[in-house]
């Protein structure tokens, strides 16, 4: 089946370790993006790339990386200079252009402790 | 980044219509419209997206106004799985700004 899928859903690390939340889709999608949800909060956006090896941050990038080295993946890097870092980290896709629909994976839980 | 403006929350009755407002009075010529809703815990889901006219799909119905600074989504008849936070986003054209900016959104009870 086409979907977007994140792993884990669940994630415990210690404070200053890295961590990486996958971001997968089959979709064939051009556009790619992270959001991070806090409690009771909206979505913000952290990065998104409109094609391979090109991203740009989004309203809240600092302590976060990313990579897109191929059209189906755009891997999440939560570094130890984020301060703030557990949250509820949800990855998305579309095909180029405004008139497309967005798919949204099922999120990853991270909590560091 | 064009903004929308929606109510935190509304309150709905089981199986009567439903109409979420959104108002985004700064929008411009070639924002698209776009509605999804997001259950507790769960990534949001696409509900609908429209331009000038209103649209109609299987989960519900956009109408937009004649100037374009306002919108409602509506559900004909709301369920109880309805029940989720309703988000209004416009979406500009044009490489990078294609990007989803979120809001609040509106979160809809609905009571049996």
């Known amino acids: 089946d086409g979907g977007i899928t994140q792993s884990p859903k669940y994630l415990f690390r210690k404070e200053g370790q890295n961590v990486t939340l996958s971001c997968e889709q089959n979709l064939n999608h051009d556009a790619m993006y992270w959001y991070r949800q806090d409690p009771g909060q909206g979505l913000r956006l952290i990065y998104y790339?409109?094609?391979?090896?090109?991203?740009q941050k989004g309203d809240i990038a600092e302590g976060y990386s990313v990579s897109r080295e191929k059209k189906e993946s755009f891997p999440l890097t939560v570094t130890s200079a984020q301060k703030n870092p557990t949250a509820f980290y949800l990855c998305a896709s579309s095909r180029a252009g405004q008139n497309t629909e967005a798919f949204f994976g099922q999120g990853t839980r991270l909590t560091v402790v | 980044d064009a903004k929308t403006t929606q109510p935190n929350s509304m309150e709905s009755n089981e199986e009567e219509p439903v109409h979420l407002p959104c108002n985004h009075s700064?929008?411009?010529?070639?924002?698209?419209i776009h509605w999804y809703r997001q259950l507790p815990s769960q990534g949001p889901e696409y509900v609908i997206h429209g331009l000038t006219s209103n649209v109609n799909n299987r989960m519900a119905s956009l109408a937009i106004a004649e100037d374009r600074k306002s919108s409602t989504l509506i559900l004909h008849r709301a369920t109880l799985r309805d029940a989720a936070v309703y988000y209004c986003i416009l979406r500009a054209y044009g490489g990078a700004t294609n990007k989803l900016i979120f809001g609040t959104g509106t979160l809809l009870a609905v009571q049996p």
């Open positions: 700064t929008i411009s010529g070639t924002d698209y």
């Open positions: 790339s409109q094609i391979v090896n090109d991203f």
